[in-house]
């Protein structure tokens, strides 16, 4: 797990490292003017001197790509490695920046001050290397700091069987990790297996029930089958009389049939007779209103002939009578 953070750790000491040749050329050589820094004096503010700064970096340039070759860097402290990427690569932006401010100021023209280097470049500006000579000493002891750590342990006799007793053992874990995983796996396939098995149970005892029930409702079929195969044998003797009965009704009508036949034929010719009647009788009946007007006719000049018979009679009557009353009333007299 530390091979990506080594490999950073490489190209920042690689960088570095050009970063040492720049500014080691730029220090040692002379200005302008001929005037030169005294790179064997103390950087103010620290107890280094340059060249011993410039000697540091390099050595941990040269132990920061040698653990690149650790055949086994995987128990090397990672936080540790990070912090001395993280100092190598400041250490290297100081010296970066001393190297841009030179260019910037066009070079040296002349150095002021050997000790503090402090000089006035070819511009006119005066600047001086001090600040970022301090802060590298300090990112530079941070450094070594993060190195002396690492080496520690890189460099412990039987570093080697250590690693790979540590290795043996994470592979051991790693094994146990596995069976404990597979044997999770057996336990919820067992556990599955086991509620399946239960369900299963619940469904015998349900098709159990449900066959109890069948059975007790094939029983109670079967009664009322008998049952049904019974009313059925009398009902189909019953059937069996209506037919007979049917048959006997059937020849009976048949004989009907004959008689209606022949009823039907005499009642067809009592109807023609009753037409005929009837023909008859319309007949008679204008007959009879015919002799019905004649006889009013009659009546009417009986009548009539009646009247005059009656006044005539009764006239002669009275004229009789007169005549037989009057030889006695002239006798009275």
């Known amino acids: 797990m530390n091979k990506p953070v080594l490999a950073t750790l490489h190209a920042t000491a690689e960088g570095l490292s050009s970063a040492c040749e720049a500014v080691e050329a730029l220090f040692r050589s002379p200005a302008k003017d001929g005037s030169r820094f005294d790179t064997a004096l103390p950087i103010p503010g620290t107890e280094a001197t ?15 790509t040698g653990l690149s070759e650790v055949k086994n860097p995987f128990f090397l402290p990672k936080n540790n490695i990070i912090t001395l990427n993280s100092s190598l690569a400041a250490a290297k932006l100081e010296f970066d920046q001393i190297v841009h401010v030179n260019a910037n100021i066009g070079g040296i023209s002349m150095v002021t001050n050997k000790g503090s280097y402090a000089l006035q470049g070819q511009n006119g500006a005066s ?5 970022f000579l301090q802060n590298a000493v300090a990112h530079l002891d941070s450094a070594l700091s993060s190195w002396s750590i690492i080496r520690s342990l890189a460099q412990t006799p039987r570093f080697q069987d250590f690693y790979e007793a ?13 069976s404990i995983e597979q044997f999770e796996q057996i336990r919820r396939r067992l556990t ?15 098709e ?10 094939a029983e109670k079929e079967r009664r ?11 009902k189909v003797e019953l059937i069996r009389s209506a037919a007979q009965t049917a048959a006997t009704l059937s020849s009976q009508v048949s004989n009907y049939a004959a008689e209606f036949s022949s009823f039907d034929n005499q009642l067809d010719a009592r109807h023609r007779k009753i037409e005929e009647s009837n023909d008859l009788v319309d007949e008679l009946l204008v007959e009879l209103q015919e002799e019905a007007n004649e006889v009013k006719r009659l009546r009417s000049e009986a009548s009539d002939m009646l009247i005059g018979a009656t006044n005539a009679g009764l006239a002669g009557a009275f004229s009789s009578r007169e005549r037989e009353r009057s030889p006695k009333k002239s006798n009275l007299r």
């Open 50 to 64: 340059l060249d011993e700064v410039l000697t540091v970096a390099r050595t941990l340039v040269e132990a920061a």
């Open 127 to 131: 600047t001086t290397f001090n600040g």
């Open 166 to 178: 540590l290795k043996s053992v994470h592979l051991r874990q790693a094994e146990i990790s596995k």
């Open 192 to 206: 599955d297996l086991q509620s399946q098995a239960e369900e299963a149970a619940k469904a015998v005892v349900s």
């Open 208 to 217: 159990k029930a449900e066959t109890e029930r069948l059975r007790t409702e």
């Open 224 to 234: 009322t089958i008998s049952e049904y195969s019974s009313e059925t044998g009398q």
